[in-house]
Every structure is written in C-alpha cells, then in structure tokens.
C-alpha cells in the first residue's frame, strides 16, 4: 500500500490563483480530512469527510472547499489564494472500523507559498 | 469545542535522561488522546495513544499517562537517543462521533549526545 499521497510536493501561487491539492489513499479509509500547519505550530483541520458525499468544516474553512466523490479521493480547493494560506497542508485517513477509528494517518503534506 | 494546550514548548535534555511533555485539555467528554512524532521536514505519525477507560500505556521507551479527573495527559521517554529529537503533538478527539481530533502546539525535543 503507498498510503495516503499528497500532490504536488511545493506549490508557489501568486496572490488571487486558484489550485487544488490531491489527497489519496489506498487503505479502504472512511473518513478523511485536511489540516493545515503553520510555521512552529500545531495542526489546525479545514475540512473533513466521513465517506463518500459527506464533508464538514473543521476549525478554519474559509477560503477552502472540498469534495469526496470516491472513497480514495479527497482534493482540496483553495479559492483566490491569499498570503494568510501560506502553510503546510497535510492530509490524512483514519480506518472505518470502531476500536482503532480514531487513528489518523497522515500524508507527506504540501507546502504552499502564496507570494 | 475542545481545546488542548501543550507545555513546554521546547525541551532539552541529556541523551539517556527521561523527557516528559504534558497536555490538559478541556472537554470532559474526549475519550481519545493520541501522540504524533514530527521529525523536520516530514509527515507527523502516531507513536502511542491511550483512550479514556485506561490510566496508562507502555510501548518500550515510551508511555501515556491519562488523569480523566484532572483533565490532562503526559507522554513520558525513558533512555532518551538522539533519534527522539523531534516535534511532538499531543490530540484530543472531539467526541460524538465525528471522530475530529484537536492538536496541541507541539513540544521540540532535542536530545543532547
């Protein structure tokens, strides 16, 4: 199993471009989410989904959008990208079954540079 | 919403000498705490994780330590290796089912040979 993948890697954008970034997993995982990470911070969550057709904002939404139309994939949309977006953008699973539900794993994340 | 806070925020310590970061966090309903390694540069990954009906856990070097009454958790390293410098995060999981989880503001630890 590769995981979860993350596309692309580095991603500069000028002030008021859109992109998306690619989220994969190849695990059979339920839920999904996005998380952004700023310079020695913590994780903050965007956005998550719990299945195919389901999403919901987390903490900090604004300026992003998602959608899950398969179980393997779940890209997130950034809107006239701002210097605040900025960040880290790591992706994660977790497994559909009760017990070990809660276990995320994460992506080898996006940096982003919005100049 | 739940909210964690992490102390301290960097830590020394002697290679072969124990570490010890603490989280409180504020939800008496979380039930799920788990913590994440963060080496430079890399994607954050579970070390060890306890859930609310168990008071501590230990996997070799590393234990979780869980007080419900007092709200707070510690991540405890024994025999301390250089490879244990990193960032770590403790999370507490939102309950009711949405199975989101809230992360503390990290610790960087670095072991000094």
């Known amino acids: 199993n590769a995981g979860v993948t993350q596309t692309p890697k580095f991603r500069i954008l000028k002030i008021g471009q859109s992109m998306t970034l690619q989220c994969t997993q190849d695990m059979n995982h339920n839920y999904m989410y996005w998380y952004r990470q700023d310079p020695g911070m913590g994780l903050k969550l965007i956005y998550y989904?719990?299945?195919?057709?389901?999403?919901d904002k987390g903490e900090v939404p604004n300026g992003y959008n998602v959608s899950r139309s398969t179980t393997e994939d779940f890209p997130l949309r950034l809107e006239l990208a701002a210097p605040s977006q900025t960040s880290v953008y790591f992706c994660?699973?977790?497994?559909?079954?009760?017990?070990?539900?809660?276990?995320?794993?994460f992506g080898p994340g996006t940096r982003l540079l919005v100049l | 919403g739940e909210n964690v806070e992490q102390h301290p925020s960097t830590l020394s310590v002697q290679e072969g000498d124990s570490a010890v970061i603490k989280c409180t966090y504020s939800?008496?309903?979380?039930?799920?705490f788990p913590w994440y390694k963060q080496e430079l540069g890399k994607r954050p990954q579970l070390i060890i994780d306890i859930r609310s009906n168990v008071g501590e856990k230990k996997d070799q070097r590393i234990a979780v330590t869980l007080n419900k009454t007092a709200k707070h958790f510690s991540l405890h390293i024994t025999e301390t290796q250089p490879e244990d410098s990193a960032v770590y995060f403790c999370a507490a999981s939102w309950p009711f089912g949405n199975e989101k989880l809230t992360f503390g503001t990290g610790t960087r630890l670095t072991i000094i040979p």
């Open positions: 989904s719990v299945g195919a057709g389901i999403t």
């Open positions: 939800d008496s309903a979380s039930n799920y």
């Open positions: 994660a699973s977790s497994y559909p079954w009760q017990g070990a539900r809660e276990t995320q794993y």
